[in-house]
């Protein structure tokens, strides 16, 4: 066997099965990181059962225009990486958007094999694609393939490697007679490799992208006087074909697409595909949104209510509760440890960190749902619907998606704005995604519903709908600031044929999100409760510094004391709710743990079970001065303002500067602060409170935000 190295490039549109055949080929061979400079995921791996052979798998992209990040690093990597070949990967499934990427790739003067894959789907529709004709059509080899069957794989490495071997370079695409005509007075323009110029396999690419206008590639030439020349062949180009220069190309290969498809594929004739009709229903306009709702609801219902409530309870009382936190006791008191060390063992760090474990099921349970429901294809859909509403609040469908996962986790959610092509609106989904309730949140929705609305569902449902809004009002808002500016990139998603869900794609989307909720617990979770734990039961008591018998001596009465003139404003000042809030601040699983612990019900577990039987929660209640305004004030700041330490970090992660994410930070909890102002203000105003400073500036504020609204509705 060949000892060279040879590497393969996998280059596709998004969806078309990139990162599954990657998959399949490498193995476990593989490193994931970002592209330099920027977010965008980068693989590399070795192909399975020959390590010589390299695949690296680019960012889905539909075209290799300057546009964004991902179409940039792909070109930039195909052209001066020069990778032996480049496998395109073809969804065949939906050819004839496909090849307009190809038709760009067969010029860049390197191999090109064709992969086509998901023939698995064409086959099952009955459609027939003329291979033979295809490749003849395009000069370069083409492999039918199923990645996620894993069908002919070893095929596609086979042509790959005759293809390096062989090292010929596809014929590019021929345009109309005048297209070409003006490429060839162009091209004489361009000085070649001899005289220093551009490579000789890259002059058709240059030509044209100096045709179409791509200022990226125009000021790496250098033209000198032959620049105006250039001008006056496009100029008379555009006059004779009536159209700007960029259009005249991409319809150019429209139509060679259109025409090449009809060619080489029979569609199956009469039946309507499974995936048409489902789509007749689900992306309706009228129906489209209360099937979403619906499925939601269930989702939500099941996971959060019924299987994950008793997988929850079963971890809570029997898991931690009887095989762990028990015989733990037990034991340390049997072995005579200091009953200040079984409290913190025992309350401070199994009571607390149980409190969370108790939590992962449901959160498992809902993450299963929505990767179920993202990977047979329904998420596009909605995706797509959304985007038609999204739009006129200046954000694009894609926002959905992290919004969606946010639900579960903030991280993951805060993750997956990478798919978002413009920088501006990635910039303010990911501000905005956290004000989504996430799964930690929903104890203390859980908590301040049980506690002071007698159970009321609407409450629950109105803190989702804050964060609804919350996005919402963001988005309409800074928008109209030049950083966030701008109309949302046309969207552009492949709407995948229904399919039946991937066990291995759930199961890794699933893992991922559990990753990052567990690496939270474990690392932050833990220090706060051995945190919460020393300073409840700890500080300045009569005889000095050591172990209290009450709360009030507490040093976390002391710290709450302290910061509690911040949040007077917003209603909640008891020093109670001022330690739960800084303490949300590591993890909003906390909040609950904090109140429990500072009602002495016991830990946040404990509260929340009694708050369920509507057991006597005085205490609870007193932290609230017993006023239903003061709980869901405290609750709407915590459920908006900065989020967890992790999501925090992926937000300075995912940013481009450390000043972004100041500033994302920084107007989360701003937000935050005048939503909780403006609900306690007016509330208690409302109320029959008297008319103060306070209540002058929280109407001031509403009224502000009410004008940035309007103004930014108009403009849109
Ligand atoms: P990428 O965006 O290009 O990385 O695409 P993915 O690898 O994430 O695949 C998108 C979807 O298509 C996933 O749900 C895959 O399970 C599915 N998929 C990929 N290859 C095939 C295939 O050969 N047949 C079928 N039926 N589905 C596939
Ligand atoms: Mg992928």
Redesign the pocket.
């Known amino acids: 066997m060949n000892s060279k190295k040879i590497r393969l490039a996998l280059a596709?549109n998004?969806?078309?099965?990139?990162?599954?055949?990657f998959n399949a080929l490498t193995g476990t061979n593989q490193v994931v990181g970002n592209w330099p400079g920027v977010t965008v995921e980068q693989k590399l791996g070795s192909y399975r059962k020959n390590h010589n052979i390299q695949i690296v798998d680019l960012p889905?992209i539909y075209s290799l225009s300057p546009y964004t990040a991902e179409e940039i690093i792909t070109r930039d990597y195909l052209v001066r990486e020069k990778p032996e070949v480049i496998i395109n990967i073809v969804d065949a499934s939906n050819i004839e958007r496909n090849l307009y990427l190809t038709t760009q790739l067969l010029e860049l003067g390197l191999p090109v094999v064709i992969a086509l894959?998901?023939m698995?789907?064409v086959n099952a529709r009955g459609d027939i694609i003329d291979v033979d004709s295809l490749q003849r059509q395009l000069g370069c080899q083409v492999v039918e393939?199923?990645?996620?069957?894993e069908t002919n794989l070893e095929g596609l490495i086979a042509a790959s490697i005759k293809a390096a071997e062989e090292n010929i370079t596809p014929k590019a695409i021929e345009f109309p007679g005048r297209i070409e005509r003006a490429l060839q007075e162009m091209s004489e323009l361009i000085s070649s490799e001899r005289e220093g110029g551009v490579e000789d396999r890259l002059r058709r690419y240059t030509t044209l992208k100096l045709l179409e206008g791509d200022s990226v590639i125009i000021d790496n030439l250098v033209l000198g006087e032959t620049q105006a020349r250039a001008e006056a062949v496009i100029s008379r180009l555009e006059k004779e074909l009536d159209d700007d220069r960029e259009s005249i190309i991409i319809s150019a290969r429209y139509d060679y697409v259109t025409e090449l498809t009809a060619r080489i594929r029979r569609k199956a004739e009469g039946k309507e595909s499974f995936s048409a009709k489902v789509d007749k229903f689900v992306t309706n306009k009228v129906l489209g949104l209360p099937i979403f709702a619906l499925v939601m609801a269930v989702v939500y219902g099941v996971s959060v209510s019924t299987v994950g409530q008793w997988v929850t309870d079963f971890t809570n009382d029997v898991f931690v509760e009887e095989w762990i936190k028990t015989p733990v006791a037990d034991f340390l008191e049997s072995a005579g440890v200091s009953e200040a060390l079984v409290g913190l063992i025992c309350d401070g760090i199994i009571g607390g960190v149980g409190a969370i474990l108790g939590f992962m099921p449901q959160m498992m349970v809902l993450f299963l749902f929505l990767a179920i429901l993202e990977?047979c294809g329904y998420m596009a859909r909605i995706a797509f619907l959304l985007d038609l509403l999204f739009r006129r609040f200046g954000m694009s469908g894609k926002s959905f998606i992290p919004m969606l996962v946010g639900t579960g986790c903030g991280v993951p959610g805060i993750m997956a704005a990478r798919t978002i092509e413009n920088p501006r609106d990635r910039r303010l989904t990911i501000m905005s995604v956290t004000f989504m309730p996430c799964g930690a949140k929903l104890p203390l929705i859980a908590m301040i519903t049980g506690a002071l609305f007698d159970n009321n569902g609407y409450i629950a449902f109105s803190a989702y709908a804050l964060g609804i809004v919350s996005v919402i009002v963001t988005g309409i808002i800074l928008k109209q600031f030049t950083a966030f500016a701008g109309a949302p990139t046309p969207f552009v998603i492949e709407l995948?044929d229904y399919?039946f869900p991937?066990w291995k794609?759930v199961r890794q989307s699933i893992l991922m999100k559990l990753e990052s909720y567990a690496k939270k617990v474990v690392t932050i979770y833990i220090f706060v409760s051995i945190l919460v734990w020393f300073m409840a039961s700890f500080g300045f008591g009569d005889e000095g510094f050591g172990m209290i018998e009450s709360l009030e001596d507490s040093l976390c009465r002391d710290v709450g004391t302290l910061f509690a003139w911040i949040f007077t404003p917003c209603g909640f000042d008891s020093w109670q709710a001022v330690v739960a809030t800084l303490l949300g601040l590591a993890a909003k699983e906390d909040i609950v743990g904090v109140l429990g612990v500072l009602s002495s019900i016991g830990d946040g577990e404990k509260a929340l079970e009694m708050v369920e039987a509507g057991e006597n929660l005085g205490d609870l209640v007193a932290i609230f001065g017993g006023s239903k305004l003061v709980g869901y004030s405290f609750m709407a700041f915590n459920l908006l303002c900065a989020p967890c330490f992790a999501a925090m970090a992926t937000i300075v992660a995912e940013l481009d500067s450390k000043w972004e994410a100041a500033f994302a930070i920084g107007y989360e909890c701003l937000f935050a602060y005048v939503v909780s102002l403006i609900i306690y203000q007016l509330g208690s105003w409302y109320l029959g409170g008297p008319f103060t400073m306070w209540t002058g500036t929280a109407v001031a504020l509403l009224l502000v935000m009410t004008g940035l609204l309007i103004r930014g509705i108009r403009r849109a």
């Open positions: 596709g998004p969806n078309s099965g990139k990162t599954t055949l889905g894959n998901m698995d789907v393939i199923s990645a996620l069957k990977d995948p399919h991937s794609n």
